[in-house]
C-alpha cells in the first residue's frame, strides 16, 4: 500500500534498516534529524545484503512494532522473507523498482514511501490476484426427488461449468504470468530516498539546509553510478534548485555579513571529472571512467590523444600535473569554457552537468560529487581494523559539516579507489582478458592481477577497493563497452 500522508503515518518508536549506499545514507541522516526534533527513539542498523537483514530482524524483532527499510525491501516479498508477527508495521522506502506486487497491495503491513509522480506502472489487482472458488458442488441436496434424467443432465451442466472454469482459470493464469513478466523483467532505480524524505521534512515544515544538502547528494549518488537517466537527473535537479534558491537567497548585505561557520548551497555547471578540484587535473581526466573511455587512456594512442586535447585546451603539462589549487588562477577563471569547447572537438559532448556545490565557511568548498566519492569510499574502506559497521558510521559521520576531517580522508581514499579502478581496467583490456558473450562482455577480475599497493598488510581476507567498490558490476565493464572492439 502507498503512504499518501508521508507525515501522519510513521512516527512512533522505530526500528531503522538502512542499506549500504550514499543515497541510503542520505536519507537516513535527514530521518535522523526529524527523529531528534520530535524526540522519536529508534535503534540503527545497516545491512549490506538479505541474510544480514534476515538476523538483524530476528534479533530485533520483539522489541520493535515499526521498521523503517531504507533501499531495501521494495522488490521482495517482504512478508514472505521475514515472517513477521502480525501487528508488525514496514515502512518501506526504496529506489529499486520494480516494487513486488504483494508489497503494494498489502493494505495492513506494508507502507511504501514512494512519491505518487513516479510511473510505476503496476499491475491492476484483479490481474494478479483472485479469490479462491469452491469448486466443490454436490447435487445431494436434490438426490431423493430427482429423476435419473434430471441428475444426468444436472451433472453433465456442472462438467461443462467445470471444464470452462477449468480453462478460463488457465487463461488467467497465462495472461498474470505475461503480466508479471512484462512487469518484473528489468530492474531500474525510482527516486532518490533522501529526495523522498527531503519531501517529508519539507511537509512537515522542518527542512533545513543541511537535510537539503543530503537530498542533493543522495541525488547525485544515484547520477554518479548511473542508477538513473540523464532526464530523470537533470528532471529532480530541477526540483531541488528551487529548495536551493529558497534556503540560499540572500542580499549582498547579508552576504557580507555571513560568518565563517555558514552553509551555502549554489547551483552551478561545473565539469564531468571526478575529484578535480581536490587532485591534479591530469589525474582526473586519467581515473575519470567518462574521459578515460573516451581518450582510451589504456592505449598508447590514448594517451597521445589526451596530450593533443590538453594541447588543444592550451594547458601546460606543468601545470596540469599539479594539485588544482595550485595553479595559475588566470588558467583557472576560464577553465570550465575552455575545457568544455574542446572536450565537444573530441566527441565528449556531455563533459558538462548540472550540480551543486556547498561552501563550508568561506575555505572548504565541495562539490555533490565530491561528497559522493568520498562517503562511498569511506564505506568501503579496507584500510583500517573494524567491521563493515564501522565503515558504515565513519561514512555517516562524514556527511556532516562537523566532521570535515573525515570527508576530506574520504577523498583521499577515492582516489586510490579511482585510480585501482582504471588500473585494473587497462590490465583488463591489455591481457585481453574481456571475452564476448552474445550480446553481452565479460571479464573475471579473479583473473587480474589487481594493484598490489592497494592491499592493507595483515588483511589477507580483505579485498582492494576496486572489488569492494564495484557493487554495480557495470562499473568497470561500462567502460570497457565503449570501444569493445578496439583492444589496445
Not at 17 to 37: E, G, H, P, T, W
Not at 230 to 243: E, N, P, S
Not at 382 to 394: L, R, V, Y
Request: hydrophobic letters at 40%.
Amino acid at each position: 500500500m502507498f503512504v499518501s500522508d508521508l507525515r501522519k503515518e510513521f512516527y512512533e518508536r522505530v526500528l531503522l534498516f538502512v542499506a549500504s549506499d550514499v543515497d541510503a545514507l542520505c536519507a537516513c541522516k535527514i530521518l535522523q534529524a526529524l527523529f531528534q526534533c520530535d524526540h522519536v527513539q529508534y535503534t540503527l542498523v545497516p545491512v549490506s545484503g538479505w541474510q544480514e537483514l534476515e538476523t538483524a530482524f530476528l534479533e530485533h524483532k520483539e522489541q520493535f512494532r515499526y521498521f523503517i527499510l531504507i533501499n531495501c525491501g521494495a522488490n521482495v516479498d517482504l512478508l514472505d522473507i521475514l515472517q513477521p508477527d502480525e501487528d508488525a508495521i514496514f515502512f518501506v522506502c526504496d529506489t529499486h523498482r520494480p516494487v513486488n506486487v504483494v508489497n503494494v497491495y498489502n493494505d495492513a503491513q506494508i507502507k511504501l514511501l514512494i512519491k505518487q509522480d513516479d510511473d510505476l506502472e503496476v499491475p491492476a489487482y484483479d490481474d494478479i490476484f483472485r479469490d479462491e472458488e469452491d469448486e466443490e458442488h454436490s447435487g445431494s441436496e436434490s438426490d431423493n426427488g430427482s429423476e435419473p434424467s434430471e441428475k444426468r443432465t444436472r451433472l453433465e451442466e456442472e462438467i461443462v461449468a467445470q471444464t470452462m472454469k477449468r480453462r478460463q482459470r488457465r487463461e488467467w493464469e497465462a495472461r498474470r504470468r505475461d503480466i508479471l513478466f512484462d512487469y518484473e523483467q528489468y530492474e531500474y532505480h525510482g527516486t532518490s530516498s533522501a529526495m523522498v524524505m527531503f519531501d517529508l521534512a519539507w511537509m512537515m515544515s522542518k527542512d533545513l539546509n543541511d537535510m537539503l544538502w543530503w537530498a542533493i547528494v543522495g541525488l547525485t549518488d544515484q547520477w554518479v553510478q548511473d542508477k538513473i537517466t540523464q532526464m530523470k537527473y537533470v528532471t529532480d535537479v530541477g526540483i531541488l534548485q528551487r529548495h536551493v534558491s529558497r534556503h540560499n537567497h540572500r542580499n549582498e548585505d547579508e552576504e557580507n555579513a555571513l560568518s565563517v561557520d555558514c552553509t551555502r548551497i549554489s547551483f552551478e555547471y561545473d565539469l564531468r571529472l571526478a575529484l578535480y578540484q581536490h587532485w591534479s587535473l591530469h589525474d582526473s581526466l586519467c581515473n575519470t571512467c567518462y574521459t578515460a573511455a573516451r581518450f582510451k587512456l589504456w592505449s598508447v594512442h590514448g594517451q597521445k590523444r589526451l596530450q593533443e586535447f590538453l594541447a588543444d585546451v592550451g594547458l601546460p603539462l606543468k601545470q596540469v600535473k599539479q594539485k588544482f589549487q595550485s595553479m595559475d588562477i588566470s588558467l583557472k577563471e576560464n577553465l570550465r569554457e575552455m575545457i568544455e569547447e574542446s572536450a565537444n572537438k573530441f566527441g565528449m559532448k556531455d563533459m558538462r552537468v548540472q550540480t551543486f556545490s556547498i561552501h563550508f565557511g568561506f575555505k572548504h568548498k565541495f562539490l555533490a560529487s565530491d561528497v559522493v566519492f568520498a562517503t562511498m569510499s569511506l564505506m568501503e574502506s579496507p584500510e583500517k581494523d573494524g567491521s563493515g559497521t564501522d565503515n558504515f558510521i565513519q561514512a555517516l559521520d562524514s556527511l556532516s559539516r562537523s566532521n570535515l576531517d573525515k570527508l576530506y580522508h574520504g577523498l583521499e581514499l577515492a582516489k586510490k579507489q579511482l585510480r585501482a579502478t582504471q588500473q585494473t581496467i587497462a590490465s583488463c583490456l591489455c591481457t585481453n582478458l574481456v571475452i564476448s558473450q552474445g550480446p553481452f562482455l565479460y571479464c573475471s577480475l579473479m583473473e587480474v592481477r589487481l594493484p598490489m599497493d592497494r592491499w592493507v598488510p595483515g588483511h589477507a581476507c580483505q579485498q582492494p577497493p576496486l572489488t569492494i567498490s564495484m557493487s554495480s558490476p557495470c562499473r568497470v565493464l561500462q567502460t570497457l563497452c565503449y570501444f569493445p572492439n578496439q583492444h589496445p
